[in-house]
């Protein structure tokens, strides 16, 4: 099987339906060791990414993601806003105009959109941020493509390996960030970030999952 537009698109309403139902879940995390406006921000910029795609419907999962990180730039305040932009944005890239999207394609589109929060926050595993949701994600998206797996197995074990990563979140020291502020107390709360990464992954493997059923 192959992912094309209509998986983009199914993803991002998916994720919009996520951060809206998890808006209040976000938030609690947030106000733990951020500022408490995660799950609002993650709930705004969805609202606008589907606006924007129904003012310009895309042809392309690439242009899809384009728009959906031309959203999240503008709408999403914080550090979530630049970070999830530029990971949309670099996957976009990644993507080009591919109509089908293999397994190579996309597990090329998850690195980029790693390599692109990694660049712009610079953050590492073990800093407690998103990091750590996306990095075992894209390891495991690509074990299984290189094991000759399909797209919908490589976001499914994506999915799987970014919510173990968030949750391993919970006991680290934060080291990057507003939680860094608070040191050792920063430990015992999941980061925000990493879970709302894991809501996101999860609703592409939904995404693909249900296209592979219709």
């Known amino acids: 099987m192959a992912l094309g ?9 998916l994720s919009a339906e996520a ?9 609690e995390l947030d106000r733990a060791i951020g500022d408490s406006d995660h799950g609002e921000n993650m709930d705004r910029g969805f609202q606008a990414v589907l606006q924007k795609l129904r003012e310009s419907p895309p042809e392309t999962a690439g242009a899809a ?3 959906a990180a031309m959203a999240l730039m503008s709408k999403v305040g914080g ?6 932009g530029t990971a949309y944005l670099r996957a976009a890239t990644s993507l080009g105009d591919t109509a089908d999207v293999d397994a190579a394609a996309l597990v090329a589109a998850l690195v980029a959109a790693r390599d692109g929060i990694v ?9 407690k941020t998103m990091v750590d949701a996306w990095t075992p994600a894209v390891e495991a998206a690509q074990r299984v493509a290189a094991d000759g797996g399909d ?24 080291r990057k960030g507003r939680a860094s502020y608070l040191g050792d107390r920063s ?13 996101l992954l999860r609703a592409a493997a939904t995404a693909a999952k249900q296209g592979a059923s219709a």
Request: charged share 20%; no cysteine.
């Open 187 to 199: 430990a015992g709360h999941r980061d925000p970030g990493a879970q709302s990464t894991a809501l």
């Open 151 to 174: 797209p919908l197995a490589a976001l499914e074990a994506a999915a799987e390996a970014a919510q173990a990563g968030a949750v391993a979140t919970e006991p680290l020291v934060a």
């Open 19 to 27: 951060m809206a139902d998890h808006r209040t879940e976000l938030i």
């Open 79 to 84: 550090a979530a806003g630049p970070l999830y």
């Open 5 to 13: 537009v209509d998986w983009a698109l199914a993803w991002l309403e």
């Open 119 to 127: 660049a712009r926050g610079k953050a590492e595993p073990g800093d």
């Open 65 to 67: 993601l384009k728009a």
